[in-house]
């Protein structure tokens, strides 16, 4: 249960910044930063358990029929990120209280870096890959709000669309990866999975799932080519930068890498695929951070450069390259957060991040200085810093990188020019900042921060240099307990000395630094160069390539959605005739093996009625009265042929849902036009008959292949156990409230929230009343004609009676609440119809807006009353009483449900059919009265 407490902890503390943002700012950071400090000493508290070789496990069903459950885990790989998400976030939180101006809602952010924390948390610790892909979408939802923080900025409203598309289609592809995997191995369970690898390796769809799996890494770690959206996601603020850029949501892609190891690697293409990618990502990056000449670039592509070198140290298939892999995410959080903090600092301080003017700022700002030095050197490879130790595994494992034959010396020597260049920008950020001369047009006097907005630094600063002092202390437990988890078996032995002698790898790191040094003094012939080439804004040109697409579609929407509503009819049952059409000629012979029912009088002269009644709506459609009545001999055909098959709940259902269109109909009839327009043409006519008949002749086709063959239906389930499960002898009731209960509360929902936007667009709506019929003839003075009057006011207590008779008996009879709200609902109507609505409403004085959001509470806390008995939601019980006088009777808690129905049915229909029907009546409604 404590391992579930690191994931709500922070999701918990979101509400917080919501709850007291009218705290003042230190406070609000402080009571911010409480749910995940908690959260963080939690998960030192199993560190324990994790360096013995354990992995605490938490699993709690869910929606187990489709494999997702809430499984976590937390072995050692969980272990290192939710360290680094914790630990760097609530630095984070701190740095942030001093970097926002007054001006900016630190409340807002604070709550979406929480939500984000979250997400990650919960990716990490997954144990199901279903619910690890939940959580990745998160981020990218999260990521999204924390881009986009500053929405007022159109670089920033763009930059977070950009990511939010890249990492979302990677997203998708993933799920897909997953999907392929579940149907793989049978399960979405990491140990199951795990224990299936080679299952999976020599599977026909594994290069179908290495390449969707490492769509979703590589376009949430930024990876060539999708490293495009990554620089442009620093319009966001800089400690989400810092957050979200260098520690915590570019590292998922590696972590999946990380995480998927065990199961898809050890073969050719995931090596060419993911270390090709990862080498050609750390050289792009490392090239265009020495370009860049905005400060936070120059950070963003040398994030993209070691992001790709850690990738190329999974893709090398080697258990050591794994631990260097591990090592170097850990090492670049630490320098990264950190330069990123200090650039936000120097921005905050100065006004600007443009390097061109950034120029000695040691004088003003010395503290900042010597901390952004250190950082800097560690990025770079210097030793005695820890991006030292990586960074010389790294170059170890490129020499035996083997697999490209005679060319595999080429992969030592580009790892030696990704790391000149790495020292190049790293030495770019600090001596053209920090030193190089005077500033220059500063929009402020630079001057150091706050003493604690240094203080996140200086904590990662330290932790730079004791790990690259005392590697083997800080975090050697950690880095074996994470590499076991990511080999799925004993770690290599390794040394985190600092001194391993002379060798090729320290050989190759003394030329990246000689050779950075050279390229830095020779940087301006390097920008000569680069400037030849046409320089292009990635935003515009995703920007541009969605508005093609955006246009593409709106063409391609015109030229279907043309306002023609026969058009639209065509192509639907062409559609359908075509599909139906192809599947009825693949059937030997139309007829089964069902004896087919006598053909009597009763069924010859209701199919004739029916027929000629659909001819005549569709003729006498002119005569809009004519054809309604037509219209409503079918409805009730319908239901004659409901009742004649044994389907008398179908019956009354049909029955009332006609009399509510039929009103419905009439009262809209009123407002259209009453010249219909201008007759089809013969052709259009003859083309009309001839695809109605051939689609009546389909269908009719496929009914009667249907119905005389044998199906295997749900509905013997249903009839066996009714009585048994729901204690109802109306089966299609007992379906309704109790087996598919979760369905109708849905159903109710969506007619509740229907009703009231039909009722609130109508509270607005005017709309043109005629004052004459077609022929000029006024309309009858006496509106309320008192025999209507007389016979709707003795109907309804009539009615009331009926309804309530049918709700009781539903459940065991024919009836229930959807078709006693019905009769209700048209009672009333039927009275304001008769009587007006003055009268009505002066007799029946209760809205309609409650009764249908009562019927919904009570329908869903009847399902919630379940929990409190330790059963499933909307699980029913029933049982039989004596009650005096009356004798046994049987009471369900279906009942209540059932009124649930019935209240929303009532409410709804009421609030369409008689707020349409005030729009015939001088009380048409303005506004909607409080």
Known sequence: MTLLLIVLLPLLGALVPLMARNLPRGRLAWLTAVAPAIALGIAVFHLGDVFAGQTPQFHLPWISELGLDLALRFDGLSALFVLLILGIGLLIILYARYYLSGEDSLARLYSFLMLFMTAMIGIVMADNLLLMWVFWELTSLTSFLLIGYWYQLSEARKGARMALTVTGAGGLALLAGILVIGHIVGSYQFDDVLAAADQIRSSELYPV????????????????????????????????????????????????????????????????????????????????????????????????????????????????????????????????????????????????????????????????????????????????????????????????????????????????????????????????????????????????????????????????????????????????????????????????????????????????????????????????????????????????????????????????????????????????????????????????????QPFDAMLLTGAVITGLAGLGTAITHRKRIVSLLMLSVVGLMTSLAFARFAAPDLALTQLAVEVVTMILLMLALFFLPQRTPKESSARRIMRDVLLASAFGVVIASLNFAILTRPVESISDFFMANAVSGGGGHNVVNVILVDFRGFDTLGEITVLGIAGLAIFKLLNRLRLFMPSSDLDGRSWSPDRHPMILATVSQTLLPLALLVSVYIFLRGHNEPGGGFIAGLVTAVAIILLYIARGVDWTQRWLRFPYQPVAAAGVLIAGLTGAGSWMFGYPFLTSSFGHFTIPVIGEIELATALLFDLGVYLTVVGATLMILANLGKLTTPHRPTKEKS
Request: with cysteine; hydrophobic share 55%; aromatic share 10%.
């Open 209 to 596: 799932v290495l390449v969707l799996v490492l769509l979703g890494a590589f376009t949430k770690s930024a990876q060539f080519p999708f490293q495009f959206w990554l620089p442009h996601a620093m319009s966001a603020p800089t400690p989400v930068s810092a957050f979200l850029h260098s520690a915590t949501m570019v590292k998922a892609g590696v972590f999946l890498l990380a995480r998927m190891h065990p199961i898809l690697s050890g073969t050719d293409l995931w090596f060419y695929i993911v270390s090709l990618t990862g080498l050609a990502t750390l050289l792009y990056g490392a090239w265009f951070a020495l370009m860049k000449q905005d400060l936070k670039g120059v950070l963003a592509f040398s994030t993209i450069s070691h992001l790709g070198l850690i990738t190329l140290l999974f893709g090398f298939n080697s258990q050591m390259a794994a631990v260097a892999g591990l090592l170097h995410i850990i090492n670049h959080a630490t320098f990264k957060a950190s330069l990123f903090m200090a650039a936000g600092i120097v921005d905050h301080e100065c006004g600007t991040r443009d390097i061109r003017k950034l120029n000695g700022l040691y004088r003003y700002m010395p503290h900042t200085t010597i901390l952004a030095m250190v950082a800097s050197a560690s990025m770079a490879g210097v030793p005695l810093l820890n991006g030292f130790l990586s960074k010389e595994m790294f170059f170890a494992e490129s020499l035996d990188a083997q697999l490209l034959g005679g060319l595999s010396w080429l992969i030592p020597a580009l790892a030696t020019l990704g790391g000149i260049l790495s020292v190049a920008y790293s030495l770019r950020f600090i001596h053209d900042v920090f030193f190089n001369g005077e500033p220059k047009d500063l929009p402020k006097t630079p001057h150091e921060p706050p003493r604690y907005m240094k203080l996140p630094i200086e904590i990662l600063v330290l932790i730079c240099l004791l790990v690259g002092i005392l590697p083997s202390l800080v975090i050697k437990d950690l880095l074996v307990s994470a590499s076991a988890s990511v080999l799925a078996g004993p770690v290599p032995e390794f040394s985190l000395a600092i001194w391993h002698g002379f060798n090729v790898p320290l050989m190759m790191s003394g030329i990246a630094l000689a050779g950075g040094v050279g390229v830095y003094a020779l940087r301006h012939h390097l920008y000569s160069f680069q400037r030849q080439f046409r320089a292009r804004n990635a935003l515009l040109v995703f920007e541009a390539n969605i508005q093609r697409l955006v246009n593409l579609a709106e063409r391609s929407m015109d030229s279907f959605e043309n306002g023609s509503l026969q058009r639209y009819m065509l192509w639907l049952l062409l559609t359908a005739l075509l599909f139906v059409g192809i599947g009825l000629l693949a059937v030997p012979q139309l007829s089964g093996e069902f004896e087919q």
